[in-house]
């Protein structure tokens, strides 16, 4: 009897995205992201849009380019995102996810199992329309208005802009979860604790920038 033995090895993506967010500029036809490969063998890059909850609008108002493409080991390449003539809401943005995923490109070796790990990253793709141009995140954050429903705090944005938040605390608690509200609209944040009780309900908050940092903290008491 003759036995095989087939040795495995492991083969990891690692393809860095330049940044947690890619603002679209409507007055621009199209925006770029970097992609690196830090493997030291080459990777093959898929990008994709998805939505972000059932009121997005359709996501092939985008088109990506390349959608499918190699990097080399300590390549950079691009990712585009281009419009496709579909119309977006002029007055307010519209937000999407954009999907970068990393395979690794590995060569089939016939007496070798290799195990396959394909690392996705997910970042926000945020369209500002060109009438909203000179509009930041950090110009509507104070005038949040903040307020409670049942176990819930609730957040109205009168804006045209989505705030992602990077901190909302409760009397110094952490609420944790990636929070965002979209333009003109209230959001519901669900707390452990009752808010029932009385008592002072102090509400601290932040909000992420263009450029994926975190933004000046406010405060404010809720009825």
């Known amino acids: 009897m003759v036995g095989f033995l087939l040795s495995s090895s492991i083969a990891q993506a ?76 002029d007055d307010r ?26 690392i996705n990253s997910k970042i926000k793709l945020i369209y500002r329309p060109a009438a909203l141009k000179g509009n930041t995140p950090e110009s509507y954050a104070e005038k949040l208005q903040w307020g409670k429903a049942g176990d819930s705090v609730t957040v109205k944005n009168n804006s045209p802009l989505y705030m992602n938040f990077s901190q909302v605390s409760l009397n110094g608690k952490n609420i944790s979860g990636a929070w965002f509200a979209a333009p003109f609209s209230t959001l519901k944040i669900p707390v452990q ?19 994926g940092m975190s933004g000046k903290k406010y405060t404010a008491i809720i009825q």
């Open 14 to 89: 690692s393809v860095v995205v330049g940044g947690t967010r890619l603002v679209f500029d409507g007055a621009k036809n199209n925006a770029v992201i970097t992609v690196e490969n830090k493997d030291q063998s080459s990777n093959i890059v898929q990008s994709w849009l998805s939505v972000v909850d059932a009121a997005s609008p359709a996501k092939d108002a985008f088109i990506i380019t390349p959608p499918l493409f190699r990097l080399k080991a300590g390549e950079k390449g691009f990712v585009r995102v281009v419009r496709s003539g579909k119309k977006l809401p």
């Open 93 to 118: 943005e519209s937000m999407f996810w954009l999907n970068i995923k990393g395979i690794p490109a590995t060569e089939y070796l016939p007496d070798k199992n290799v195990v396959q790990f394909a």
């Open 193 to 211: 604790s009752t808010l029932s009780a009385t008592g002072k309900k102090e509400i601290t908050w932040s909000v992420i920038n263009d450029y």
